[in-house]
């Protein structure tokens, strides 16, 4: 088995300090967060920001002073970019992220309904989005709340947009999606092209389950507050707390933690980017 990725979701769009006062929401604590998880085990940051009133944003300046920071104090990390649409809807806000050249970005291939809004990412913006990846050499981590989503990157891999092997996470036991079932989960991980790569969100209490039966399965995890707020005993969670029961689980099955150079190699990222984001800002 390969060994296991563990991604950090830390920040998101949706979670707020009255939830959860652990929430790292400025470049300053979101970089002392990655810091913190990447000495517990963490290979991979899926990064949102966050503007001065806490809203979420797309706004480049933030992203790169975040960036800035948590290379600063943790070089060797992985970073994705979130190209999310609650932050900005118009494309060029969405398309932005990848234009600062993370090694990694977040691609969503359909639309779905999330809790209180439509997911909209339509054919012609996907079709867009694949062809900025395509351009940049950053690599897509493809986000796939429903079965379609799948057939979708197909479609975009048959098409040249996407250059396979694939990086796909499944994203389940969000409000509107698929529910967060071991039985999704096997069913998704059999349904991607031979060769790709996957890890599992669960969001809320599925977190935790989910993550034990990929680790089983020899996929990949990502944990974090935005995805869940809580941990299993309903105290409340931190981002570290949330790595240190990933690499507790694994540690217990015997599935060893990869770094972030395995973690590059695991996800077939071309090492010459590793340091390319910090060359372009
Ligand atoms: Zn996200």
Same mark, same amino acid.
């Given at each position: ?230 941990? =299993? +005993?309903? /105290? ?7 790595? *240190?029961?990933?690499?507790? @689980?694994?540690? !217990? #099955? ?5 770094? =972030? +150079?395995? /973690? ?7 090492? *010459?980017?590793?340091?390319? @984001?910090?060359? !372009? #800002?």
């Amino acid at each position: 088995m390969q060994k296991l990725i563990i991604t950090v979701a830390l920040t998101g769009n949706v979670p707020t300090k009255k939830l959860n006062p652990n929430l790292p929401l400025t470049p300053d604590e979101i970089a002392e967060d990655v810091l913190k998880c990447s000495e517990a085990g963490a290979a991979l940051f899926h990064i949102h920001a966050r503007d001065a009133e806490q809203e979420p944003t797309l706004n480049a300046a933030v992203y790169i002073e975040t960036v800035h920071k948590i290379k600063k104090s943790s070089p060797e990390v992985i970073i994705q970019l979130s190209t999310g649409a609650r932050a900005g809807k118009d494309w060029a806000s969405r398309i932005n992220p990848i234009k600062l050249l993370p090694e990694m970005g977040s691609f969503t291939t359909g639309s779905n309904n999330l809790a209180g809004i439509i997911y909209e990412n339509s054919p012609q913006f996907i079709e867009c989005l694949a062809g900025v990846f395509k351009e940049t050499g950053v690599k897509p981590e493809i986000e796939i709340f429903e079965t379609g989503m799948i057939n979708n990157a197909v479609y975009l891999t048959n098409k040249g947009l996407l250059k396979p092997p694939l990086h796909f996470n499944f994203v389940l036991g969000a409000p509107g999606s698929m529910p967060g079932t071991v039985k999704n989960l096997l069913f998704l991980s059999e349904s991607i092209p031979h060769g790709s790569t996957w890890s599992v969100s669960g969001i809320g209490k599925t977190e935790i389950s989910l993550a034990t039966a990929a680790i089983i399965m020899g996929g990949h995890v990502r944990v974090g507050l935005e995805d869940n707020l809580y941990m =299993p +005993d309903c /105290s409340l969670a931190t981002n570290l707390k949330l790595v *240190e029961k990933i690499v507790t @689980i694994a540690g !217990e #099955v015997g599935r060893k933690i990869a770094d =972030p +150079d395995e /973690s590059r190699s695991i996800l077939s990222l071309n090492p *010459e980017y590793k340091y390319r @984001i910090l060359q !372009e #800002v």
